[in-house]
C-alpha cells in the first residue's frame, strides 16, 4: 500500500522565497482532487482511501502549504485508542501517500523522511478445532430460529469444507450452483476465478437449503440472503460476523472462532494430509505458496517424523527387512524392548 522508497528522499523542500502562497481552499476540493488522481490508477482506492484522507484532511482543516510533520503525528495519536494496529498501519499508509502526492508538486514544506510508519503487529487468527466446529453445527441447529437453521448450517459447513474467504461464499450466486459437490467462483483479491469443492454431508445440506431458497418470493440471484430486511438481499460479511459472534457464546466456546479461523483449520488439514503448499495455494486462492508455508510449516506430518527419526537409512533398512518399528523410539520392537 505505501510506495516508500529512496526517491521519496529527494522530493525539493523549496525555500521561504521559493514556497508559493497559500491558496483559498476547500477539504472537499483537496480530497476530491486526490482522490480523482488515485482513482485514475486503481479504482479500489478511491472507496477505501475515502475515509482516512478525509479524516485526515479535517484533522489538519488547512491547505497543504501550511501543514508540518506533526500534523501527522497529531492524526496518529488521534487513533491510538480504539483501533487495532492493523487500521493505525493502513491510515497512516493512506495520510503518507496523500502528503506525497501535495509534496510531488512542491507543496510541502518538510521532508518526507520525516514521516515514520508503524509497524502493526499483527496476531494470526484463531484456528478452529473439528469438535469446536462440531459444536457451532450442533448450536446452530437448535439456537438459530427454524427458518435461518438450513442457511447457517450451510454456511459453517462451506467455510469448513473450502477454506474460502468470508465474502468469496457470499458471492455465490444460485446459477453458480451447477454441478454436485462443487462451484466455481472468482478469487477475492485477484481477477482469477478457482473451483470451490465439498462433501458429501456439505452438498445434501445444500440440497435442503436449496428447497427452502426456492419458496422465497424475490428475485435476488444469491445464493445466501438476509430476510430480516423489508425485502430479500445479499447476505452482508457483517452479518455473518455477528452470527458467528452469536453462534460462540450460545455455544460457550471461550475461544475467539471467526469465519477465518475455518479457512487456517482448512490449511492445517491439508497440510496433515501431505497436500503440497503449492496445491494449497491453489485451493484456497492465493498467488504463491509462500505465504501458506508460515502456517503449514507447524502441521506438517513428516516433519516429527524426521525429527523423532535417529537414523531414517536404518529404520528403512529395518522395514525392507519386514522387522517391526516401535512407534515412539524407532526402533526394532526387540531392541526398543
Not at 497543504?64 to 497512516?92: K, L
Not at 467455510?159 to 477475492?188: N, Q
Request: aromatic share 10%; net charge positive.
Amino acid at each position: 500500500m505505501i510506495q516508500k522508497n529512496k526517491n521519496d528522499l529527494d522530493l525539493p523542500i523549496l525555500s521561504e522565497s521559493e514556497f508559493p502562497e497559500p491558496t483559498t481552499f476547500s477539504n472537499r476540493e483537496l480530497i476530491e482532487e486526490y482522490l480523482a488522481w488515485k482513482q485514475s490508477s486503481t479504482k479500489v482506492a478511491y472507496k477505501h482511501y475515502r475515509p482516512w484522507v478525509t479524516r485526515f484532511q479535517h484533522h489538519v482543516n488547512r491547505p497543504p502549504e501550511t501543514w508540518t510533520h506533526q500534523d501527522y503525528v497529531t492524526f496518529t495519536n488521534t487513533m491510538m485508542e480504539g483501533h487495532s494496529p492493523q487500521h493505525i498501519q493502513r491510515a497512516q499508509c493512506i495520510a503518507y501517500n496523500y502528503i506525497k502526492y501535495f509534496a510531488l508538486q512542491g507543496r510541502i514544506r518538510f521532508g518526507l523522511q520525516l514521516l515514520k510508519v508503524r509497524k502493526a503487529d499483527s496476531s494470526p487468527h484463531y484456528t478452529v478445532t473439528e469438535e469446536e466446529y462440531q459444536t457451532l453445527l450442533a448450536t446452530a441447529t437448535w439456537f438459530c430460529p427454524e427458518r435461518f437453521v438450513r442457511r447457517n448450517r450451510l454456511l459453517l459447513m462451506l467455510y469448513h469444507d473450502t477454506g474460502a474467504r468470508l465474502r468469496e461464499i457470499l458471492s455465490l450466486d444460485l446459477s453458480d450452483i451447477t454441478h454436485e459437490m462443487s462451484a466455481v467462483i472468482k478469487t477475492e483479491k485477484s481477477t482469477r476465478k478457482r473451483r470451490l469443492f465439498w462433501s458429501k454431508e456439505t452438498d445434501h445440506e445444500l440440497r435442503l437449503y436449496l428447497k427452502w431458497r426456492g419458496t422465497l418470493k424475490t428475485a435476488e440471484p444469491a445464493l445466501f440472503v438476509c430476510i430480516q430486511r423489508r425485502t430479500p438481499a445479499r447476505l452482508t460479511g457483517n452479518e455473518v460476523g455477528q452470527l458467528m459472534i452469536r453462534l460462540r457464546k450460545a455455544a460457550g466456546l471461550k475461544s475467539k472462532v471467526v469465519i477465518h479461523s475455518f479457512r487456517h483449520a482448512f490449511i492445517h488439514r491439508m497440510a496433515r494430509k501431505g497436500v503440497p503448499d503449492a496445491v494449497i495455494a491453489q485451493m484456497i486462492g492465493h498467488s504463491t505458496s509462500e505465504t501458506v508455508k508460515s502456517y503449514t510449516h507447524l502441521s506438517r506430518p513428516e516433519l516429527e517424523y524426521f525429527h523423532r527419526a535417529p537414523n531414517l537409512l536404518a529404520v528403512q533398512s529395518y522395514q525392507e527387512q519386514g522387522i517391526a518399528i516401535d512407534s515412539g523410539s524407532r526402533r526394532p520392537i526387540a531392541l526398543a524392548a
